[in-house]
């Protein structure tokens, strides 16, 4: 890693990877809201470096990550990445390509999504106002249904046999269980809730609810309680007021994590962290959403999602008062009704995002007008 200190102020170097879609123009919205808060607070410094990484380039070069790519992420701080999909590219060789071939091998296996009500902002549930819906989801981000094991045999023919294989290690399990609990203990309630489908997957999903139960013999400050996957939608919708932090295998809590960014408003507004807690390598940092092919280029997209990614990354790099400002600010601008049509406004992009930079400017700034 190579944050650096200068004069008791940090500079952090984070690579930029747009991608497709709608993600070049909400990582740009990103990029500028990150500047004017370090420009602004002056606390810290931020820069940084273009990776041209996505599907043109792949149609192109036939490799969304060229020879030697992994290691010169390795020399950044962060990753913030936009949005991987092409609408003439198969989606499992675009995310395999991309998304997966840098959340697997530099180890980011804690995959962090919180939700909330935004102040300003409504759900689409009756009885859901602010604070009845502060969630964070914590995914299992490097094996289970998404471990990549599998193959096609007789491929076309019409005894053809697909095998897709979910893994689950007892390793791997528990370093996401005591994340989990330790997430859960982080918080004001130090509740969650293990998601699980042991019912009718017997066997890596059995060992799953068992590391939970053992994992929790470590912190006896949590209270933890056991939800099949099914189950969960539906309290998620009915309940959402007892929930607090959940942890899920990586297809369950990819699902989830989606239900729940509808039920807290939109998917625009998500954010999601993909982490090495060791901090051996660098941990990426993107929205929840896709790269939305039906609104690119329109200028309506929602930058709320990567603002508030930018805001996980900095509190993961150790700025977290700055990264709590910006959230307020960020939530301040959704109280004004300045917001995108996904949340029910008119407001475009651009204009979303320089309310954000003229909130931390009259908010945060010290500097006398
Ligand atoms: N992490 C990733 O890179 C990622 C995640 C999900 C999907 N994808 C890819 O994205 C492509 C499209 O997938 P999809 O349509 O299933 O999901 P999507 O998230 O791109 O879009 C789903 C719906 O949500 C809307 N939406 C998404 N983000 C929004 C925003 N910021 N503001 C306003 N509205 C927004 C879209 O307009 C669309 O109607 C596919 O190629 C898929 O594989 C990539």
Redesign the pocket.
Known sequence: MSSSKVAGKASYKIASIP?????PE?IAAGITVLQKLAATLKTFDIEFEHFDWDSAYYKKHGQYIPDGGLDRLKAFDAIL???????DVP?HI??WGL?LAICQPLQQFANVRPTKVFRGTQSPLRKCSTGDLDWVIVRENSEGEYAGQGGRSHVGKPWEVCTETAIFTRHGVERIMKFAFETAQSRPRKLLTVVTKSNAQRNGLVMWDEVAAEVAKGFPDVTFDKMLVDAMTTRMVLKPESLDTIVATNLHADILSDLAAALAG???IAP?SNLDPTRENPSMF??????????TGKG????V?TFWTASEMLAWLGEKEAAKQLLDCVESVCEKGIV???LGGKATTVEVTNAVCKEIEETLSTEKA
């Open positions: 991608a497709d879609g709608i993600g909400v990445f936009g949005a991987v999909g092409a609408p989606d675009s995310l998304r939109s998917i625009g999601t993107e929205p929840i959403h896709g790269s939305a092919f039906d609104i309506v997209a929602n930058p999602a995108t049509a996904d």
